[in-house]
């Protein structure tokens, strides 16, 4: 059984930091490029956040480059999304997603290009 569960989220002030983590289980973790997205109240899913299956690619929204770092361990079979510089702009459910393509390394993490998702982590930056 798949599974991806994000933890880490809460409510913060803006300009705090936040660590959020995805632990997966019931696939081939160290093969499938990762990535994190987000859900404002009203709005749309959005990308923030790519890596690739072997951690050496990244790739981020350009509303985020600077503040927001992603990483994975591929021997805990875990990716995180380190958040920096909170804005109450970040706020919204945070969703992990594993993709479609197997030891992809390119910069494309479109919607319906993600295989298994997990149900999400609430950030909420108050100002």
């Known amino acids: 059984q798949v599974q991806l569960v994000e933890s880490g989220g809460g409510l913060v002030q803006a300009g705090d930091s936040l660590r959020l983590s995805c632990a997966a289980s019931?696939?081939?973790?160290?093969?499938?490029?990762m990535g994190w997205f987000r859900q404002a109240p009203g709005k749309e899913r959005e990308f923030v956040a790519g890596?690739?299956?072997?951690?050496?690619?990244?790739y981020y929204a350009d509303s985020v480059k600077g503040r927001l770092t992603i990483s994975r361990d591929n021997s805990k079979n875990t990716v995180y999304l380190q958040m920096n510089s909170l804005k109450p702009e970040d706020t919204a459910v945070y969703y992990c997603?594993?993709?479609?393509?197997?030891?992809?390394?390119?910069?494309?993490?479109?919607?319906?290009?993600?295989?298994?998702w997990g149900k999400g982590t609430l950030v909420t930056v108050s100002s």
């Open positions: 019931g696939f081939a973790f160290s093969v499938y490029p």
């Open positions: 997603a594993a993709h479609r393509q197997s030891l992809y390394s390119g910069s494309l993490f479109p919607l319906d290009g993600m295989r298994y």
């Open positions: 890596i690739s299956w072997n951690g050496g690619r990244l």
